[in-house]
């Protein structure tokens, strides 16, 4: 009787929906008979389906297929997953404020938020959860220990932990407070005159926290500032203005939105004062630097406001809002694309012109159409923002990543911070070769087995010889070959020192400076920001790369 009630309820609904369309004769014909199909389609279904069928399941599974088929950013919002949604954009939740993980089936703490509830109650990275609250954990999935670490701010919570050096479990009381995920986890100086800020999201009063960070950098010296935008994905329209804002003039245009309802195109000024139009400037972008870090790097790039300095950044150049739906459910709608002040878009993927397969392809380099800077530079459209200045992502040896993906550099670090009470700061801290000697004989009796692109090439030729009948005559070189890369392997712990030791000390500065020790310990040797520092420390240089050939820098 219920599936019966259900099914009827849909076709219902289905038919009062009919008459919310406006009426523009064959599209409204096909509205109707579709969703005629899908009311009766769903009803036959619930009826006599083989086996019981959960009504909210079928539907979410059907809506979120149809929305798939537009865009991977247009999505259905169950009543269940809005509070996920909300933190998503606002930054905010009730927790204990740190970072857990599964591994080997074990929950890990990665790294506490320094001056929150787990830190300030002891918890350290390294630690493994037990218990919550009296509840083994052993074998929930890392969604339900989310669910159960978080809470209502001012909320107690009990944590039973295994401690690395610690024989008993230990028990950590933590009172449960209200989250706010910074959108700047760090700003400072990495010379003595050029500051540096990380942004990594969009969340509401990013604009603030930028604007904070660079008076503060401003009144520590800086001269000069590095925009790191590396690896953020995005969020908040208003508040990518914002910042763009604090860069450029009063009136200037940021960015305008155009889709398919004419009288809902907008276009975004800059509508305050900024804090400085002329402090020398370097934005630093990935390949995942997309959305709103788009608009950012574009507007900086577009006024001729700051060198680019990395990766060329995403190319999502589509906007969505949120429309609010019955039952406390919301769709997430890409409503227009937006374009920076030059006049181009940066989406770099046609989802409205798809391939046979149903795949959508990216707009070819070949169809990219110039634009222009404020000082006459070209800029193209079609596929993300392009650096200035390319600096191609660092690639890791094989050992590098297999000693990461394995957790070594997690497990020593754990280790090393038991048996060591303190360290230099981040930004000073180098590991001595007697330690990184400590290190290597912590992995003697690891797995650091891993298989080469090198070794991966010799099977090939081994299975293929074997094809072609012709293993036997090349059997003695095969042997050689492997011979060699087995030594080179044994090798490579001293080979890649340097990048090993580099990964180690990131590692090791998170446990006494948790997310600042991190960014502050790649200063030395993070290629993006060492290039970076040597425009910014180079005027004419820098200048050359804001000015097309052929201007004459303007005298500053």
Not at 162 to 178: E, S, W
Not at 364 to 374: G, H, I
Not at 460 to 481: A, P, V, Y
């Amino acid at each position: 009787m219920m599936k019966k009630y259900l099914a009827g309820s849909v076709a219902i609904l289905a038919i009062m929906l009919l008459f919310s369309f406006k009426n523009d004769s064959g599209r409204f014909f096909e509205i109707a008979k579709n969703l005629d199909i899908f009311a009766t389609l769903y009803k036959e279904v619930n009826t006599y389906y083989v086996d019981d069928v959960a009504p909210s399941k079928l539907m979410k599974t059907g809506i979120d297929a149809m929305l798939k088929s537009l865009d991977p950013y247009t999505n259905y919002i169950a009543e269940d997953d809005i509070e996920d949604f909300r933190t998503m954009t606002t930054g905010q939740y009730g927790g204990i404020g740190a970072n857990i993980g599964k591994r080997d089936e074990k929950t890990i703490v990665q790294l506490p938020y320094e001056g929150y509830p787990a830190q300030k109650a002891g918890l350290l990275a390294g630690d493994e959860i037990l218990k919550i609250d009296g509840i083994s954990i052993g074998k929930k999935s890392a969604l339900e220990v989310n669910k159960l670490l978080r809470g209502q701010a001012n909320t107690p919570i009990k944590l039973e932990v295994k401690r690395f050096g610690v024989d008993k479990p230990l028990t950590i009381d933590i009172v449960r407070d209200k989250i706010q995920i910074d959108n700047v986890p760090y700003y400072g100086m990495v010379t003595n005159d050029i500051g540096y800020f990380q942004l990594s999201g969009f969340t509401i009063d990013a604009g603030r926290e930028v604007r904070n960070a660079v008076l503060k950098l401003k009144e520590q010296g800086a001269k000069k500032i590095i925009f790191d935008l590396r690896d953020n994905p995005g969020g908040l329209l208003n508040e990518a203005v914002n910042i763009s804002n604090l860069f450029v003039p009063k009136g200037k245009d940021i960015v305008s939105t155009k889709g398919k309802l004419a009288e809902r195109n907008r276009m975004y000024k800059a509508i305050d004062e900024p804090i400085d139009t002329e402090i020398p400037l370097v934005v630093l972008t990935s390949s995942t630097s997309a959305s709103a870090s788009e608009i950012v790097s574009g507007v900086m790039q577009d006024y001729d406001r700051a060198v680019l300095v990395g990766e060329r950044t995403y190319g999502k150049g589509l906007v969505q809002e949120t429309r609010p739906l019955s039952y406390n459910s919301q769709l997430k709608v890409t409503t227009a694309k937006y374009y920076i002040p030059s006049g181009r878009c940066i989406q770099s993927i046609d989802y409205a012109h798809r391939n046979a397969d149903g795949s959508a392809g990216k707009i070819s380099d070949s169809l990219r159409v110039a634009f222009k800077t404020a000082t006459g530079r070209v800029v193209y459209d079609g596929g993300g923002i392009s650096p200035d200045v390319e600096v191609k992502e660092k690639q890791y040896s094989d050992i590098t990543k297999t000693l990461a993906n394995k957790g070594y550099f997690f497990d020593y670090a754990t280790k090393f911070r038991a048996e060591n009470p303190s360290i230099p700061k981040a930004k000073d801290f180098r590991l001595s070769d007697a330690e990184y000697q400590k290190f290597v004989s912590f992995l003697s009796n690891k797995d650091i087995s891993y298989s080469t692109s090198v070794e991966q090439a010799v099977e090939d030729l081994i299975r293929k010889s074997k094809e072609d009948k012709h293993f036997d005559d090349i059997k003695q070189d095969i042997e050689t070959m492997k011979k060699r890369i087995y030594t080179n392997k044994a090798n490579d712990l001293a080979r890649f020192k340097d990048e090993i030791r580099e990964m180690l000390e990131q590692e090791i500065a998170s446990r006494y400076y948790f997310q600042k020790g991190v960014i502050e310990s790649t200063f030395d040797d993070d290629e993006d920001i060492l290039a970076a520092i040597n425009i910014l420390n180079t005027p004419d240089k820098y200048y050359a790369y804001l000015k097309p050939a052929g201007i004459k820098k303007a005298s500053r």
